[in-house]
């Protein structure tokens, strides 16, 4: 045993956790105003092409990540548009956003680098610095969530958003313009998520590969649910998946069956989506969403 | 102060408001007074910018405003106190309260100050409510105070108050008014729309009456009576009383024993009910709103999941506490619900679907060997019956029940339950929503029913119904019966200290 858990499991804990607080940070905004997101996933591709094909052009991570951060903001916006002007079903729009970031950076990737799916490889010294093995991004990510919790209790701002995700009838009677704090919180969803995938592409990784968020963005989802809609719980949500995709990886080649085989690959793959559905099966009764998740606020006129 | 002028409004094919002028004088109170539907509440949501008038004017201290949302009516010194509570149950009185203007800087919200600031206007208006207490802990009582505090911060020069009353016991209903007039003594305004004419005889010094989405009177308190007001309001002479003759209660048909009942979260919801309803007597059941009686009724319905229930029921000596509600209802036990919305219709059925509900697995219902056929022809005959006999109207049976008014809703409601047939009526706020020409056709049929030998057990929030129609009036508080009087000689003041619990047993 003493061969997992050893102090790099603690690192590469760090480095799989982060883009996951990211994008469940980012989920928080949105689904304390109201609005279900369940276009992380989508959010997170936007986020993670973006980054790598702008910086592979620019040579700058930085404009990279500015340029994921628009795309998240636009992808989001449109989400946004959907259901909060439109009364679209959340869900549906959501899953549509999903999709569609399956496919378009096969197409635009077609299109700009004359590959089926993949940016080229961008140098190393392009790409997000990391500092002993701990990237800028997975500190921020901790900055982002304690600043998440000091906006939602300490801010005006931060009232209006959980007002308006329990009560937004009640908001509204009090003056609160809830339509635009709504398009606040998923526009805000949309720029962490794409952070998260950001990390994905030129931080953690050195190019994008097709469906490289591989369902994170629902396992963000999940760690937000378990997190009860906080930003610190939802945090270490997010670490706990983390250290099962962590140890996952550790235990390949060094897990054996008591014949001194090795366990097969396929099962030591399954323990973080094991951990999800056991820790949601398992707690989320204890859980209370916001009391007006996925209800469109529509004014009779 | 606020002047309506030529307002119409439209909500598809009805006409709420129709060309309607309300003038509101600067430092009084105001009543608006009407039927359920008349289009009170419509006109004053749209002097707050919740909804928006198809035509005419809206004046504010003389100058035309232009309301498009809420924001504006605040800033213009309006507001306004829903009838069902503008609150986020999660957060505390203070946010609440400053919610959307919020005291300090927008990289920084100033608890400290909201609190100080909320605990002064406490003080100025008693109006006493801890500012730190989360919404969901408070009474309703509580929680109205908590919506005034929240206009009073926005530093509301008018108040408009929808149905302010409905909720409070008539000591809080004295208390609120020596605070309203208070408000108006300081130069304030207040707005209040409310059905009850005691209230606005006792408070208002001008009255605006409304009927059918028109203003159909204008009056001076000083100058006009209760019967004046129920005129205008009905359009006709009305009995402001129930006549029924005195009850002859045969045997005991509903027993209840040490009845002890828990929400879905484990919290008790009654303690220990035991009460007994004889047949050809009304037991009514007063008590303010949220004290068990919704839990009550639904339990003796069979509505209630059997491990959140202890204790024995019997019906005509049966036991029935472990019976389902279709079980309880062969057993002769109908069922009125307090919201008929959710418990009794399905709105998008018809008349006849509706008019089966309950009975649709037996004839004539059904048809054929084994009866798995609807019986098409039985459920017009039923249904026309039941039309006829409670008065629906319109009396089309392929109606959705969607399309008619409350009150012909409820006659329908009653009229399947009254043709069961039942030995044990429960209904719960038989008149809610329902105006005043059908309150007194359903007055008559409960009355019938008990007359013809029937248990009735009565829950209204309406007090004045509640000692009209009941031969014995329970009342109720935090899930345990706090009393029984006698409703032809019990004073408002007696029942309204049973219904907070002081008191204890009354003679």
């Given at each position: 045993?003493?061969?997992i858990?050893?102090l790099?499991l603690v690192f590469?804990t760090?480095?799989?956790a982060t883009?996951l607080?990211?994008?469940a940070?980012?989920?928080l905004?949105?689904e304390r105003?109201g609005?279900i997101?369940?276009a992380?996933?989508?959010l997170?591709?936007?986020?993670a092409?973006?980054?790598?094909?702008?910086?592979f052009y620019?040579g700058?991570?930085?404009?990279?990540l500015i340029?994921?951060?628009?795309a998240?903001?636009l992808?989001a916006?449109v989400?946004?548009?959907?259901?909060?002007?439109?009364?679209?079903?959340e869900?549906?729009?959501g899953?549509?956003?999903?999709i569609?970031?399956?496919?378009?950076?096969?197409?635009?990737s077609g299109?700009?680098?004359l590959?089926?799916?993949?940016t080229?490889q961008?140098?190393?010294?392009?790409l997000?610095p990391?500092?002993?093995?701990?990237s800028v991004?997975?500190v921020l990510?901790?900055a982002?969530t304690?600043a998440t919790?000091y906006?939602?209790?300490?801010?005006?701002?931060g009232?209006?958003l959980?007002?308006v995700g329990?009560?937004p009838?009640a908001?509204?009677?009090a003056?609160?313009?809830?339509q635009?704090?709504?398009?606040a919180?998923?526009i805000?969803?949309?720029?962490l998520?794409a952070?998260?995938g950001a990390y994905?592409s030129?931080g953690?990784s050195?190019?994008?590969?097709?469906?490289?968020?591989?369902?994170?963005?629902f396992?963000?989802?999940?760690?937000?649910i378990?997190?009860k809609?906080?930003p610190?719980p939802?945090?270490?949500a997010?670490?706990?998946?983390g250290?099962a995709?962590a140890?996952t990886?550790?235990?390949?080649?060094?897990a054996?069956?008591?014949?001194?085989?090795?366990v097969p690959?396929?099962?030591?793959?399954?323990?973080?989506?094991?951990v999800?559905i056991?820790?949601?099966?398992?707690?989320i009764?204890?859980?209370r969403a916001p009391?007006?998740l996925?209800v469109?606020?529509v004014k009779?006129? | 102060?606020?002047?309506?002028?030529?307002?119409t409004?439209r909500?598809?094919r009805?006409l709420?408001?129709?060309h309607i002028?309300?003038r509101?004088?600067p430092?009084s109170?105001?009543?608006?007074?009407?039927?359920?539907?008349?289009g009170?509440?419509?006109?004053?949501?749209?002097?707050?910018?919740?909804?928006t008038?198809?035509?005419?004017?809206?004046l504010?201290?003389?100058r035309?405003a232009d309301?498009r949302?809420?924001?504006?009516?605040i800033?213009?010194g309006?507001g306004m106190?829903?009838?069902?509570?503008?609150?986020?149950?999660p957060?505390t009185v203070?946010?609440n309260?400053?919610?959307g203007?919020?005291?300090?800087?927008?990289?920084s919200?100033?608890?400290?100050a909201a609190i100080?600031?909320?605990?002064?206007?406490?003080d100025?208006?008693?109006?006493a409510?801890d500012?730190?207490?989360?919404?969901?802990?408070?009474?309703?009582?509580?929680?109205q105070?908590?919506?005034l505090l929240?206009?009073?911060?926005?530093?509301?020069r008018?108040l408009?108050?929808?149905?302010p009353?409905a909720?409070?016991?008539?000591q809080e209903?004295?208390?609120?008014?020596?605070i309203?007039r208070?408000?108006?003594?300081q130069g304030?305004?207040?707005?209040?729309?409310?059905?009850k004419?005691?209230?606005?005889?006792?408070i208002?010094?001008?009255?605006?009456?409304m009927?059918d989405?028109?203003?159909v009177?204008v009056?001076?308190t000083?100058?006009?009576?209760?019967?004046?007001?129920?005129?205008l309001m009905?359009?006709?002479?009305?009995l402001?009383?129930?006549?029924?003759?005195?009850?002859?209660?045969g045997?005991?048909?509903?027993?209840?024993r040490?009845l002890?009942?828990t929400?879905?979260?484990?919290?008790p919801r009654?303690?220990g009910?035991?009460l007994d309803?004889?047949?050809?007597?009304?037991?009514?059941?007063?008590?303010?709103e949220g004290?068990?009686?919704t839990?009550l009724i639904?339990?003796?319905a069979?509505?209630t999941?059997?491990a959140q229930?202890?204790?024995r029921v019997?019906?005509?000596?049966?036991?029935?506490?472990?019976?389902?509600a279709?079980?309880r209802r062969?057993?002769g036990v109908?069922?009125i619900?307090?919201?008929?919305?959710r418990r009794?219709?399905?709105?998008?059925?018809?008349l006849?679907e509706?008019a089966?509900?309950g009975v649709?697995?037996?004839r004539?219902?059904?048809a054929g060997?084994?009866?798995?056929?609807l019986d098409?022809?039985?459920?017009?005959?039923?249904?026309?019956?039941l039309i006829?006999?409670?008065d629906?109207?319109?009396?089309q049976?392929?109606?959705?029940?969607r399309a008619l008014?409350?009150?012909?809703?409820?006659?329908?409601?009653i009229g399947?339950?009254?043709?069961l047939?039942?030995?044990?009526?429960l209904?719960?706020?038989?008149t809610r929503?329902?105006d005043?020409?059908?309150?007194?056709?359903?007055?008559r049929?409960i009355v019938?029913?008990?007359?013809?030998g029937?248990?009735?057990?009565?829950?209204?929030a309406?007090?004045e119904?509640?000692t009209?129609l009941s031969?014995?009036l329970?009342?109720m508080?935090?899930?345990?019966i706090a009393?029984?009087?006698d409703?032809?000689?019990?004073?408002?003041?007696q029942?309204?200290?049973?219904?907070t619990g002081?008191?204890?047993q009354?003679?």
């Amino acid at each position: 045993m003493s061969e997992i858990f050893t102090l790099a499991l603690v690192f590469s804990t760090i480095r799989l956790a982060t883009p996951l607080v990211w994008a469940a940070i980012g989920g928080l905004y949105s689904e304390r105003s109201g609005v279900i997101n369940v276009a992380l996933e989508g959010l997170m591709l936007a986020g993670a092409f973006t980054a790598a094909a702008v910086t592979f052009y620019a040579g700058s991570w930085f404009i990279g990540l500015i340029a994921a951060v628009m795309a998240g903001a636009l992808t989001a916006a449109v989400l946004a548009v959907a259901c909060i002007r439109f009364g679209a079903n959340e869900v549906v729009a959501g899953t549509a956003i999903n999709i569609l970031f399956l496919g378009l950076p096969a197409v635009l990737s077609g299109a700009l680098f004359l590959s089926s799916g993949s940016t080229p490889q961008i140098p190393q010294e392009n790409l997000i610095p990391a500092f002993a093995d701990v990237s800028v991004l997975s500190v921020l990510a901790l900055a982002v969530t304690l600043a998440t919790w000091y906006v939602l209790y300490r801010t005006p701002f931060g009232l209006r958003l959980r007002a308006v995700g329990e009560n937004p009838e009640a908001a509204d009677a009090a003056g609160v313009r809830v339509q635009r704090i709504r398009y606040a919180g998923v526009i805000i969803s949309g720029i962490l998520a794409a952070v998260g995938g950001a990390y994905l592409s030129v931080g953690q990784s050195s190019l994008f590969t097709r469906n490289m968020a591989a369902g994170r963005g629902f396992i963000a989802l999940a760690a937000l649910i378990f997190g009860k809609w906080r930003p610190v719980p939802t945090m270490l949500a997010c670490l706990l998946f983390g250290f099962a995709d962590a140890v996952t990886i550790q235990m390949q080649g060094v897990a054996k069956l008591p014949s001194g085989e090795d366990v097969p690959v396929q099962f030591v793959q399954m323990i973080p989506y094991v951990v999800t559905i056991v820790v949601l099966a398992g707690f989320i009764g204890q859980s209370r969403a916001p009391g007006a998740l996925g209800v469109p606020y529509v004014k009779e006129r | 102060m606020l002047e309506l002028r030529g307002i119409t409004k439209r909500f598809g094919r009805v006409l709420a408001n129709d060309h309607i002028d309300i003038r509101v004088a600067p430092g009084s109170i105001h009543a608006l007074v009407g039927e359920n539907g008349a289009g009170k509440s419509t006109a004053m949501r749209i002097a707050y910018g919740f909804y928006t008038a198809d035509s005419g004017e809206i004046l504010v201290n003389g100058r035309v405003a232009d309301i498009r949302t809420p924001h504006d009516a605040i800033a213009l010194g309006i507001g306004m106190v829903h009838q069902h509570f503008m609150l986020v149950p999660p957060m505390t009185v203070a946010e609440n309260i400053v919610l959307g203007a919020e005291p300090g800087t927008a990289a920084s919200l100033d608890m400290k100050a909201a609190i100080a600031g909320i605990r002064a206007l406490s003080d100025e208006f008693r109006l006493a409510v801890d500012p730190e207490a989360p919404i969901e802990t408070l009474s309703v009582g509580q929680q109205q105070r908590v919506e005034l505090l929240k206009a009073l911060h926005r530093r509301a020069r008018l108040l408009i108050l929808d149905e302010p009353t409905a909720v409070l016991t008539p000591q809080e209903v004295a208390e609120f008014f020596a605070i309203l007039r208070r408000m108006r003594d300081q130069g304030r305004t207040v707005v209040i729309i409310t059905h009850k004419l005691s209230e606005v005889l006792a408070i208002s010094d001008d009255i605006t009456v409304m009927r059918d989405g028109r203003v159909v009177g204008v009056l001076s308190t000083r100058e006009t009576s209760a019967a004046e007001i129920a005129r205008l309001m009905v359009g006709r002479e009305v009995l402001l009383r129930v006549d029924k003759a005195p009850a002859t209660p045969g045997g005991v048909r509903l027993q209840v024993r040490d009845l002890n009942v828990t929400g879905p979260d484990g919290s008790p919801r009654l303690r220990g009910i035991s009460l007994d309803v004889r047949a050809g007597e009304i037991v009514g059941i007063a008590g303010v709103e949220g004290n068990g009686q919704t839990e009550l009724i639904e339990t003796l319905a069979g509505l209630t999941p059997r491990a959140q229930v202890t204790g024995r029921v019997t019906v005509g000596g049966r036991d029935v506490t472990r019976m389902n509600a279709r079980e309880r209802r062969e057993a002769g036990v109908a069922h009125i619900p307090e919201d008929r919305h959710r418990r009794g219709l399905v709105l998008s059925f018809s008349l006849a679907e509706n008019a089966i509900l309950g009975v649709h697995y037996r004839r004539p219902a059904v048809a054929g060997a084994g009866g798995v056929m609807l019986d098409g022809h039985g459920i017009d005959a039923r249904t026309d019956a039941l039309i006829r006999d409670f008065d629906v109207r319109p009396p089309q049976r392929a109606l959705p029940a969607r399309a008619l008014s409350g009150g012909n809703q409820q006659k329908l409601v009653i009229g399947r339950e009254f043709s069961l047939p039942p030995t044990l009526l429960l209904v719960s706020q038989p008149t809610r929503g329902v105006d005043i020409g059908a309150i007194e056709f359903i007055h008559r049929r409960i009355v019938a029913l008990r007359d013809a030998g029937c248990a009735v057990l009565l829950v209204s929030a309406e007090l004045e119904e509640a000692t009209a129609l009941s031969d014995r009036l329970l009342v109720m508080h935090d899930g345990r019966i706090a009393g029984e009087v006698d409703p032809a000689r019990a004073t408002s003041e007696q029942i309204g200290l049973l219904m907070t619990g002081g008191g204890g047993q009354t003679p």
